[in-house]
Structures are given as C-alpha cells and as structure tokens.
C-alpha cells in the first residue's frame, strides 16, 4: 500500500516493501496540485483496474450461463428422450390391450349367438 510521508518542505509518496515493512519513497511532492493530480492518476488507475474486474466478472457469467443453458438443454433432451419411450411403451401396451378387448367382444358375439341357438332366447 502506498503511503503520504511529510516533512517541512515536501511530502514523499512511499511504498511499503520486504520482509520488514520498510518504505520505498516512490516520489517527492512539492505542492498540493502535484499531490492532487497523483491522487487523480491513482484514482484513474484503480476505475480501470475496477472495470477490467467487472469485465472479466461478466465474461465468467457469461460463460457461466452457457454452460448452464447446454447442461440444462442436455438434461431436458433426455427426459424428452424417456418420455418418447414411455409414450411408445404404452402405446404398444394400448394396442395390445385394444387386440384382446376385440378378441373377447368377438368371442362374447359367438357366445350369445351360441346360447341364443341352443336355448332359443
């Protein structure tokens, strides 16, 4: 982190550094517009930084959200796939089950015809 020495006639902007938190005088500063203009190119350079994060944060959503939408697409063409199954499973089951209730009408048609034969109903 950066840090504001004075002393009588100038102020030092410094830098801490090592192991022992020694500080590096980066600039001296002789007036207070000096000072103002290094605080507004240390503020530039932090917004810049502050927009590189955002870029990068949404880029990453971005790419996050697509991942998301494949997986999500992915996982809904697989239950599509079951139910296609399901739904032809039991239309096959339908089927059958329409063959034997044909098959018992027809053998319940020769029933009555038979009992109406012998018993004259």
């Given amino acids: 982190y950066f ?3 004075g002393s009588k006639r100038n102020h030092h902007l410094a830098q801490r550094s090592g192991k022992n938190g020694e500080f590096n005088i980066i600039a001296t500063i002789q007036s207070l517009s000096t000072l103002a203009t290094m605080v507004d190119i240390l ?3 932090l917004l810049d930084k502050d927009r590189e994060l955002d870029f990068e944060l949404m880029s990453l959503q971005g790419k996050h959200n697509s991942e998301v939408g494949v997986k999500a ?3 809904m063409l697989a239950n599509q796939r079951e ?8 239309t096959v089951s339908l089927a059958n089950i329409k063959d034997k209730y044909h098959i ?10 038979y009992v109406r034969r012998h018993f004259k109903i």
């Fill in 43 to 45: 503020c530039d350079v």
């Fill in 3 to 5: 840090l504001f020495k």
């Fill in 104 to 113: 018992l009408k027809a053998q319940r048609a020769k029933m009555k015809a």
């Fill in 73 to 75: 697409k992915d996982l």
């Fill in 83 to 90: 139910l296609i199954q399901e739904h032809n499973a039991m």
